[in-house]
T-cell receptor, first 111, second 114 residues
Framework: RKEVEQDPGPFNVPEGATVAFNCTYSNSASQSFFWYRQDCRKEPKLLMSVYSSGNEDGRFTAQLNRASQYISLLIRDSKLSDSATYLCVVAYSGGYQKVTFGTGTKLQVIP | DTGVSQDPRHKITKRGQNVTFRCDPISEHNRLYWYRQTLGQGPEFLTYFQNEAQLEKSRLLSDRFSAERPKGSFSTLEIQRTEQGDSAMYLC????????????FGPGTRLTVL
């Protein structure tokens, strides 16, 4: 089983739609969770951290479920500019900040 | 620009040649990571530095790969006797010390081995 698993997609959604991605992780000792966004042939960029209580940043909401070991990302009112690959990232301090990336979920927002 | 920088951005080499990549992290960040990414995959961890100390190396990192961070600032990644399977994007990231550990990535070096 992979340490971090994501549905690769692609998710094709119309503008204005709401879309949600899930990500599961296998290491119950994981401590920090992030969503990164990666545009085609560009480097990953931090989208948001994921907190136990859940957090929101504009149209983006991230949730963490430690019991079931998954995190989610909800995007409301999708924009064309949201088209990208969304990477789930899980980290724990095994003496250092060991970080594992998922393979990413591709989102295509259609006019 | 105070972000992470990498040089070169693109490298084309012939099989069997050696290549070296450089990464300059954000100046106040003491953690530095190297990753490799191929098409359709997420970044795969290669190695990690805390200041000048290399604290972790992935099993992916064969003995042809070596990384250094001699003064705890910039880092170099060298690949000896390159193989076609080494073709990938090599990403460098840095982060500050602390429990959260958000990483900030450089633009990457795209390596093509012919």
């Amino acid at each position: 089983r992979k340490e971090v698993e994501q549905d690769p997609g692609p998710f094709n959604v119309p503008e204005g739609a709401t879309v949600a991605f899930n990500c599961t992780y296998s290491n119950s000792a994981s401590q920090s969770f992030f969503w990164y966004r990666q545009d085609c042939r560009k480097e990953p960029k931090l989208l948001m951290s994921v907190y136990s209580s859940g957090n929101e940043d504009g149209r983006f909401t991230a949730q963490l479920n430690r019991a079931s070991q998954y995190i989610s990302l909800l995007i409301r009112d999708s924009k064309l500019s949201d088209s990208a690959t969304y990477l789930c990232v899980v980290a724990y301090s095994g003496g250092y900040q060991k970080v594992t990336f998922g393979t990413g979920t591709k989102l295509q927002v259609i006019p | 620009d105070t972000g992470v920088s990498q040089d070169p951005r693109h490298k084309i080499t012939k099989r069997g040649q050696n290549v070296t990549f450089r990464c300059d992290p954000i100046s106040e960040h003491n953690r530095l990571y190297w990753y490799r990414q191929t098409l359709g995959q997420g970044p795969e961890f290669l190695t990690y530095f805390q200041n000048e100390a290399q604290l972790e190396k992935s099993r992916l990192l064969s003995d042809r790969f070596s990384a250094e961070r001699p003064k705890g600032s910039f880092s170099t990644l060298e690949i000896q006797r390159t193989e076609q399977g080494d073709s990938a994007m090599y990403l460098c990231a840095s982060s500050p010390t602390g429990p959260k550990g958000e990483q900030f990535f450089g633009p990457g070096t795209r390596l093509t081995v012919l």
